[in-house]
């Protein structure tokens, strides 16, 4: 198992690196993310992962410890391998890819070529309890002075008719985003503007 590789950037593409080290060349395929993050170094050190399959052997790397978490895991859903899960990657940052499964948020994968919405709800189904069991605590809770503004949004808007789980979805979403959003008319408002 190869944890990682460190040395002289020999040849850098936008998905492909070649790192020298100890006079030996690792092809290490990357995200457009990592990319971005190696495009001015000329040495790097990279986290990767060794896949194996009967046909082939390749090096995929990582910047950091959790782009390479969401990628094996996204490599663990049936039906997802690694060109997807790299795709993936390059389409959103390895938080977005957290946040949209732990938020059910298959329309974020519209944007990933080669995943669909069936593919997007396996994945979704699949991860959302290893991501939220992996997921630090302050991104999947909201700003403790904004427990009573959410609270009091939700029950008005139950009291509307309006369906829990969805309601509590654009909630959630609402205060990830809007941190500025602290009194409970406010979430009201722009709440029913997504609810509609």
Same mark, same amino acid.
């Given at each position: 198992?190869?944890?990682?590789?460190?040395?002289?950037?020999?040849? %850098?593409?936008?998905?492909?690196?070649?790192?020298? =080290?100890?006079?030996?060349?690792?092809?290490? &395929?990357?995200?457009?993310? =990592?990319?971005?993050?190696?495009?001015?170094?000329?040495?790097?050190?990279? @986290? =990767? &992962?060794? &896949?194996?399959?009967? #046909?082939?052997?390749?090096?995929? *790397?990582?910047? #950091? #410890?959790?782009?390479?978490?969401?990628?094996?895991? @996204?490599?663990?859903?049936? *039906?997802?391998?690694?060109?997807?899960?790299?795709?993936?990657?390059?389409?959103?940052?390895?938080?977005?890819?957290?946040? /949209?499964?732990? !938020?059910?948020?298959?329309?974020?994968?519209?944007?990933?070529? !080669?995943? *669909?919405?069936? =593919?997007?709800?396996?994945?979704?189904? #699949?991860?959302?309890?290893?991501?939220? %069991?992996? /997921?630090?605590?302050?991104? +999947?809770?909201?700003?403790?002075?904004?427990?009573? /503004?959410?609270?009091?949004? +939700?029950?008005?808007?139950?009291?509307?008719?309006?369906?829990?789980?969805?309601?509590?979805?654009?909630?959630?979403?609402?205060?990830?985003?809007?941190?500025? +959003?602290?009194? /409970?008319?406010?979430?009201?408002?722009?709440?029913?503007?997504? +609810?509609?």
């Amino acid at each position: 198992m190869i944890a990682f590789v460190k040395g002289r950037i020999a040849l %850098k593409t936008p998905t492909y690196l070649v790192v020298e =080290t100890g006079g030996i060349g690792y092809g290490i &395929h990357i995200s457009l993310n =990592t990319y971005s993050q190696v495009e001015k170094s000329e040495t790097v050190k990279l @986290l =990767t &992962h060794f &896949h194996v399959k009967e #046909d082939s052997q390749t090096l995929y *790397g990582f910047f #950091d #410890d959790l782009e390479r978490d969401v990628f094996v895991k @996204l490599i663990s859903v049936s *039906g997802i391998g690694p060109n997807t899960a790299i795709i993936t990657l390059s389409s959103m940052t390895a938080e977005e890819v957290r946040s /949209a499964i732990i !938020g059910e948020n298959v329309e974020a994968f519209k944007k990933v070529k !080669g995943v *669909g919405p069936k =593919t997007a709800k396996r994945i979704i189904l #699949d991860l959302k309890e290893k991501m939220m %069991k992996s /997921a630090p605590e302050t991104s +999947l809770t909201v700003h403790p002075a904004n427990n009573t /503004a959410r609270d009091e949004a +939700l029950q008005a808007l139950l009291a509307l008719g309006f369906n829990k789980i969805a309601t509590q979805k654009v909630l959630n979403k609402l205060l990830r985003e809007r941190p500025d +959003l602290s009194r /409970a008319e406010d979430l009201i408002k722009e709440t029913l503007k997504q +609810l509609r």
